[in-house]
């Protein structure tokens, strides 16, 4: 099956090499772009250059691709899954991995040791109040740089040539222009984006773990059970 799969314009990832490990082909298609926001990583960094925090979480892979360069030295760092920690390792920054690919996870694997620790946190600007007041709750201190915004691209979104679309983020979902056609399977990477899918009146066909992987097995389950009724 070819899918479309959204990605930030210009930030396309190896989505291409993993569909095809599930048999599968797929293109990108773009509903939100990013912009950096210079002043924000300079500050986060120079915060991680004076020792400022006990532990850094990587949220997705952008801002590990943005930050991991520019880190000289480092704490304790936790990446939200594989593809953000491969952009660490390439840079020789020694991670821990989520087991899982939602922030809600993020405190219980820290479980007591968060307690009185600085947690620096670089990501986009999109609120994410949950992941903040679980870290202050657990008794940690949290410490947030926006270090990039997204904006819509604007553009409508090309599915003329396949056969599903997968949305891997709600707020990409939320801003992506797009009419749904007859055949067309509807996707969800995760329950989060599966929830604002819903919420708005579009119920997903598939949904994921939370990554690329996990939805390609959820949709190969889905063809193999349609082949077998």
């Given at each position: 099956?070819?899918?479309?799969v959204?990605?930030?314009?210009?930030?396309?990832?190896?989505?291409a090499?993993?569909?095809?490990?599930y048999?599968h082909?797929?293109?990108?298609?773009?509903?939100?772009r990013?912009?950096?926001?210079?002043?924000e990583i300079?500050?986060?960094?120079?915060?991680?250059?004076?020792?400022?925090?006990?532990?850094?979480?990587f949220t997705?892979?952008?801002?590990?691709?943005?930050i991991?360069?520019?880190l000289?030295?480092?704490?304790?760092?936790?990446?939200i899954?594989?593809q953000t920690?491969?952009?660490?390792?390439?840079?020789?920054?020694?991670?821990e991995?989520l087991?899982?690919?939602?922030?809600?996870?993020f405190?219980?694997?820290?479980?007591?040791?968060?307690?009185?620790?600085?947690i620096g946190?670089?990501?986009a600007d999109?609120?994410n109040?949950?992941?903040?007041?679980?870290?202050?709750?657990a008794?940690g201190?949290?410490?947030?740089?926006?270090?990039?915004?997204?904006?819509s691209t604007?553009e409508?979104?090309?599915?003329q040539?396949a056969g599903?679309v997968?949305?891997?983020?709600?707020?990409?979902?939320?801003?992506?222009?797009?009419t749904?056609?007859?055949?067309?399977l509807?996707?969800?990477?995760?329950?989060?984006?599966?929830?604002?899918?819903?919420?708005?009146?579009?119920?997903?066909?598939?949904?994921?773990?939370g990554?690329?992987?996990?939805?390609l097995?959820?949709?190969?389950?889905y063809?193999?059970?349609?082949?077998?009724?």
């Open positions: 099956m070819k899918i479309a959204t990605r930030l314009k210009g930030k396309e990832k190896s989505d090499g993993r569909c095809s490990e048999g082909s797929c293109y990108s298609v773009h509903p939100l990013s912009e950096l926001r210079m002043p300079a500050a986060f960094t120079d915060a991680v250059a004076s020792g400022k925090f006990d532990c850094i979480f997705s892979a952008l801002p590990a691709k943005i991991a360069p520019r000289t030295t480092h704490p304790r760092v936790i990446a899954g594989p920690a491969k952009e660490l390792r390439e840079y020789n920054i020694d991670c991995t087991s899982s690919f939602y922030s809600r996870d405190v219980p694997y820290l479980g007591d040791w968060i307690k009185g620790k600085h946190i670089p990501r999109v609120p109040p949950k992941l903040l007041d679980a870290i202050t709750a008794g201190i949290v410490h947030e740089f926006r270090c990039y915004g997204l904006e604007g409508p979104l090309d599915l040539r599903a997968l949305f891997t983020s709600a707020m990409s979902f939320g801003q992506a222009r797009w749904p056609r007859p055949g067309l509807v996707m969800a990477i995760g329950d989060i984006t599966a929830a604002a899918m819903r919420k708005a009146g579009t119920e997903p066909v598939i949904v994921g773990d990554s690329l992987e996990g939805t097995r959820a949709l190969n389950t063809i193999s059970n349609q082949e077998t009724t």
